[in-house]
């Protein structure tokens, strides 16, 4: 089935230790994105990708990082984590990025990390 | 600030119909979108509005007012599978989504 692929579904993570969640589409879009969502919070940026080779930065990058380095994948990597790092994260990707009226995103299933 | 604001929560009878307030504050916009979120599973697209009016797909509708920063997500014959949250997304005038915090939707037979 197309989409994305998110892993891992679930994590436990030690605070201070570094963990990096894939995130994989093969519907070759050009545009990728990380989300976080917090209860009562509405879904908030982390980074994001025009295109393969480009990342910029969303509402909330401070303690993570992205790459991309093809169309495909977009690992987000958390390089020492932080309780209030703990939340859910949404993959993304959209057919055009930047300046696009109508980008319909399709997500992935989601990663639950725990920071402890 | 930039600001949307739904509902928390609101509940509905199986078969009637549901209306899902947005409204928005942005900077600039270039965009309306309503994703469906059932729980633990991942947002999915509903409706795009970038003009004022009704858009009909089926037993879901969307409206939008820009003169009033508003719109909303009408749901007809509803069934218990739309027990889910609805997310109210704008996108602003640099292309980014400002995103609500979402109505839980629940539907009682």
């Known amino acids: 089935t197309a989409g994305i692929t998110q892993a891992p579904t679930s994590q436990i993570l030690a605070a201070g230790r570094s963990m990096t969640l894939r995130c994989t589409q093969d519907m070759r879009h050009n545009a990728m994105y990380w989300y976080r969502q917090d209860l009562g919070l509405g879904l908030r940026l982390i980074h994001y990708s025009n295109t393969a080779g480009t990342t910029g930065k969303g509402e909330v990058p401070d303690g993570y990082s992205v790459s991309r380095a093809n169309t495909d994948d977009f690992p987000l990597t958390l390089a020492s984590a932080v309780p209030s790092q703990t939340s859910v994260y949404f993959c993304a990707s959209s057919d055009s990025g930047g300046d696009s009226g109508a980008n319909v995103l399709t997500f992935g299933a989601g990663s639950r990390l725990t920071v402890l | 600030g930039q600001n949307i604001d739904q509902p928390t929560e609101m509940t509905a009878t199986e078969g009637a119909i549901v209306q899902i307030n947005c409204t928005y504050q942005t900077s600039g916009f270039n965009g309306l979108f309503w994703y469906q979120q059932h729980a633990g599973e991942a947002p999915t697209f509903l409706s795009y509005?970038?003009l004022d009016g009704l858009e009909e797909k089926g037993r879901f509708s969307s409206f939008l007012s820009r003169s009033k920063g508003y719109s909303y997500l009408l749901l007809k014959e509803l069934q218990m599978k739309d027990s889910a949250s609805y997310l109210c997304?704008?996108?602003?005038?640099?292309?980014?989504?400002?995103w609500g915090a979402g109505t839980k939707l629940i539907i009682k037979p």
């Open positions: 997304a704008v996108l602003d005038s640099n292309y980014q989504l400002i």
């Open positions: 509005n970038v």
